[in-house]
Each structure stands twice: as C-alpha cells, then as structure tokens.
C-alpha cells in the first residue's frame, strides 16, 4: 500500500496532475499546485458531484458564498469558541502533534522520549485576516473553514428568491481554509482545499429518514463512478466524537494507502444553526407551511465532502500496472466522467500528409469534449502516455485515412481497436462517453 502511495504521487508530479507549490522557492508546506491535467480531473470530479447533486434534481438549487465572513458568522456558529484541536510540543525535540492523533499520548514519534510533552492547548484553526487599510480588531475578517455557514446565512434570500419548500437543499463547491496543526498524506490533509457540501432542510420530524437517504446516496455515488465496493465502508460516529451540533453522522471512508480516512461526512445538524445565526442576527430563519399553518426551524441534513481527497481516492482507486508483451503498461482506469482527458488525437507520424485529417478530426471533437492532440514520439509511446493519464479513447490518424476516411479508435482499459469512420466518429464516441 506504500508503494501505492509513493508510485501515485509521482505519477502526478511527473504527469502534471499536483505540482509542489511555489517549488521554485523551496516549497510552502501542506499547499498544492494542480497542474494541466490535474485541474481536468478535480473540475470533473466538482463537476460530477453537482450533475448528482443539483443538475439531475428539482430540489436542490446552488449558492457560491464569499470566502471572506466578519467575526459574527462564526461567533454564532460556535467556531471560534469549538473550532479547535488540543496542541502539544515536545520539549525535547519541538516537534508539535495534534494530542488526539497520537497514538501514544505519552511518547512523542519523532525522538521517541516519553513524558517531554507540554500540556495540551486549544489551538483555533480558522485563518485571521484584516479587511480595509487599517489593521485593528473593528476590521477582523476570517477565511471560511467551511463552506456551510455561507447556506445557511443565505437560508432565507434562497427561500424567497427560489420559492422552494423543505424538504429542499442548497449545494455549494469552494474553498476552504483550515490551519491544520499536522497536515500531510499528500492532499489528503491541507491547509487550502476545496469542498463540496450540501445543506439539505427537512421538516424536522422527516430527519431521521432524510438522513438515511443521503447516506445511501453519497455511498453509491463513489460506487458508481467506479471506486470498488472492498476500498469503502460507511461508519457511524460514535456518541463521544459527534459534534456539538450533530444528532448523528456517518463518515463514507475510503482505504487510503496508510488506512481508513474520510471522504464525506453526512451529518444530522438539526436547527442548531439556524436557530444560532437568527439568535445572533435578529433576523426569522424559518419556515411558514401554509398548508399545516404553522411555522417551524428546519432541520438540516448535510453531506459534506473533500473534493481535493476525493480526487486522490478515484486517482488511487482507478492506478493499475499490468504486464503487456513484456513491458509493464501503467494505467488510470479513471470513470469516464473523472478522466482529465476523454479522447487523444494522434495522427501516426508528423509527416505533413497527415497533419490536416489529424487536424480536422481534432476539430470535430473539441467541441464536444477535453481533447489531447499529440504528434511526438512512437504511437506506442503516446498510447502509453495517455493510460496514465486516463484518457478512454485514443483516436489515430494514419496515411489508410487519406483513402478511407477512417480512423482507428483504440479503448484504454482492453486495448482494442476499431476502424470507425470520420462521419461516424462524434456518435460512436457519444454512446460510449455519456
């Protein structure tokens, strides 16, 4: 496993899926750079998620909130009294550990003395920043360390402007900011990440089903986009690790090289933050159901998920090696809706005969989908270097397709082959890439 992990990581480096950021000056810890096909395959996993999400449903309706919240968003969301993690130092070798992922909390793990721990203290994890030209608490702002408050300040501007009704939900992809004490494991824990949450209001006694519906939900989602069923399991929160707002959640965790880690939490609120933010700002977050002519505070059902981890999960999930005539062939066997690339272009020599079928059939495609055009190298080699990439589809050009019309199509996962004609290309791909 790893193995797994190290050959993963620099396949995206050496790719251009995840660069080390600002590289060049020796790098800034726990921070990442998503490189020309990175940037692909995060925007299809985001992109993917809100086709499940919003797109294909009547009851969901988006929301993209500001990063940037005065004090009083999370003074009444409980984060800058809760938002925290106990930190503790080694005397002897000034490394810092967060106390509750230690697996001895006596012994530190990098110098290996016991008992030269200081007590542990609370350390607020939310990015402090300063709006305006003046520095001073009157201009306190904070980075949001999750995208949900923004859904729920919004409950009503929604609520109106939409005219929907519980049971409905409010989806939002951003950015994220947390001051982890210990990032690490590659993306899997950083101090910038993107999330992709929905904020689900239902009448509070329709919770607890609602709340067993979006687990099932979010489960078969990685399922369906190709994760094996082995390398994912769905776990209750025990009652001592719920959250001051949770009547209950469960984690979808996935096998992570070093162990199971979290993908998504979805999480039974309650009215905890309505009713906190309406406290706090004076203003009616509520519900008028005129049918039953009463009001209530919605409860709130909220799958939450970590688009950049989920991105590692499928790119750990679909890496393959096999052996093909003697050679080891590296492979992504990416969903075709996560793969960063869906067809390759790739006339069979730069020979200028070539160059303008190659160019036409590019033409058609790009339209349609993310296209790869590769000209450099043996076609062996090309073919080699988009498995890695993930790409489904290679098409090439070659010198039959001057007399033909054709092109060969060749599958990523099998390696087979079909000679498919120029006029019929858009449609032979369409019924493979829907």
Same mark, same amino acid.
């Given at each position: 496993?790893?193995?797994?992990?190290?050959?993963?990581?620099?396949?995206?480096?050496?790719?251009?899926? $995840?660069?080390?950021?600002?590289?060049?000056?020796? %790098?800034?810890?726990? &921070?990442?750079?998503?490189?020309?096909?990175?940037?692909?395959?995060?925007?299809?996993?985001?992109?993917?998620?809100?086709?499940? /999400?919003?797109?294909?449903?009547?009851?969901?309706?988006?929301?993209?909130?500001?990063?940037?919240?005065?004090?009083? $968003?999370?003074?009444?969301?409980?984060?800058?009294?809760?938002?925290?993690?106990?930190?503790?130092?080694?005397?002897?070798?000034?490394?810092?550990?967060?106390?509750?992922?230690?697996?001895?909390?006596?012994?530190?793990?990098?110098?290996?003395?016991?008992?030269?721990?200081?007590?542990?203290?609370?350390?607020?994890?939310?990015?402090?920043?300063?709006?305006?030209?003046?520095?001073?608490?009157?201009?306190?702002?904070?980075?949001?360390?999750?995208?949900?408050?923004?859904?729920?300040?919004?409950?009503?501007?929604? +609520?109106?402007?939409?005219?929907?009704?519980?049971?409905? !939900?409010?989806?939002?992809?951003?950015?994220?900011?947390?001051?982890?004490?210990?990032?690490?494991?590659?993306?899997?824990?950083?101090?910038?990440?993107?999330?992709?949450?929905?904020? #689900?209001?239902?009448?509070?006694?329709?919770?607890?089903?609602?709340?067993?519906?979006?687990?099932?939900?979010?489960?078969?989602?990685?399922?369906?986009? !190709?994760?094996?069923?082995?390398?994912?399991?769905?776990?209750?929160?025990?009652?001592?690790? +719920?959250?001051?707002?949770?009547?209950?959640?469960?984690?979808?965790?996935?096998?992570?090289?070093?162990?199971? !880690?979290?993908?998504?939490?979805?999480?039974?609120?309650?009215?905890?933050?309505?009713?906190?933010?309406?406290?706090?700002?004076?203003?009616?977050?509520?519900?008028?159901?005129?049918?039953?002519?009463?009001?209530?505070?919605?409860?709130?059902?909220?799958?939450?998920?970590?688009?950049?981890?989920?991105? /590692?999960? #499928?790119?750990?999930?679909?890496?393959?090696?096999?052996?093909?005539? %003697?050679?080891?062939?590296?492979?992504?066997?990416?969903?075709?809706? +996560?793969?960063?690339?869906?067809?390759?272009?790739?006339?069979?020599?730069?020979?200028?005969?070539?160059?303008?079928?190659?160019?036409?059939?590019?033409?058609?495609?790009?339209?349609?989908?993310?296209?790869?055009?590769?000209?450099?190298?043996?076609?062996?080699?090309?073919?080699?270097?988009?498995?890695?990439? !993930? &790409?489904?589809?290679? $098409?090439?050009?070659?010198?039959?397709?001057?007399?033909?019309?054709? $092109?060969?199509?060749?599958?990523?996962?099998? /390696?087979?082959?079909?000679?498919?004609?120029?006029?019929?290309?858009? &449609?032979?791909?369409?019924?493979?890439? &829907?």
């Amino acid at each position: 496993m790893a193995e797994l992990f190290d050959q993963v990581v620099n396949l995206c480096k050496r790719r251009g899926f $995840v660069f080390p950021s600002a590289e060049i000056y020796g %790098g800034f810890r726990s &921070t990442y750079d998503y490189g020309p096909v990175g940037v692909l395959l995060l925007r299809n996993v985001k992109d993917a998620w809100w086709r499940a /999400m919003v797109q294909n449903r009547t009851d969901v309706v988006g929301l993209d909130a500001a990063i940037l919240s005065p004090p009083a $968003v999370w003074e009444a969301s409980g984060h800058l009294q809760n938002f925290t993690d106990p930190l503790v130092d080694c005397r002897n070798c000034k490394e810092r550990y967060r106390l509750d992922q230690l697996e001895d909390p006596e012994t530190c793990p990098n110098c290996g003395k016991v008992g030269t721990f200081t007590e542990a203290r609370q350390f607020n994890l939310m990015f402090k920043t300063h709006a305006g030209p003046v520095e001073g608490d009157a201009n306190t702002a904070y980075l949001r360390p999750e995208t949900a408050q923004g859904m729920f300040i919004n409950f009503k501007n929604v +609520l109106d402007a939409s005219r929907k009704k519980p049971p409905f !939900g409010i989806a939002q992809v951003g950015k994220s900011f947390r001051n982890e004490i210990t990032p690490g494991n590659f993306i899997f824990r950083t101090r910038e990440f993107e999330q992709m949450e929905l904020e #689900f209001f239902v009448p509070p006694d329709e919770a607890p089903q609602w709340f067993d519906y979006w687990c099932k939900e979010r489960f078969q989602w990685y399922l369906d986009l !190709g994760i094996p069923e082995e390398k994912l399991r769905l776990r209750p929160h025990d009652p001592d690790e +719920l959250s001051h707002y949770s009547a209950g959640t469960s984690d979808v965790e996935f096998l992570y090289p070093w162990g199971w !880690g979290e993908l998504e939490g979805i999480a039974n609120r309650t009215d905890y933050d309505l009713k906190q933010h309406a406290a706090h700002s004076g203003e009616r977050l509520e519900y008028f159901d005129q049918a039953a002519n009463e009001r209530y505070v919605p409860y709130v059902i909220e799958p939450a998920a970590g688009a950049t981890r989920t991105m /590692m999960a #499928f790119l750990l999930a679909a890496y393959d090696e096999e052996e093909v005539r %003697g050679e080891t062939r590296t492979v992504l066997r990416l969903h075709h809706r +996560l793969a960063p690339y869906k067809v390759a272009v790739l006339p069979l020599s730069r020979k200028e005969e070539l160059l303008p079928a190659a160019r036409e059939v590019l033409a058609l495609l790009q339209p349609q989908w993310m296209c790869d055009y590769d000209e450099t190298q043996s076609i062996g080699r090309r073919y080699r270097r988009q498995d890695e990439l !993930g &790409t489904p589809y290679c $098409v090439t050009i070659d010198f039959e397709t001057l007399d033909d019309r054709a $092109v060969t199509v060749r599958e990523r996962d099998a /390696m087979t082959q079909d000679r498919v004609a120029i006029d019929r290309l858009g &449609t032979y791909l369409r019924d493979r890439l &829907t």
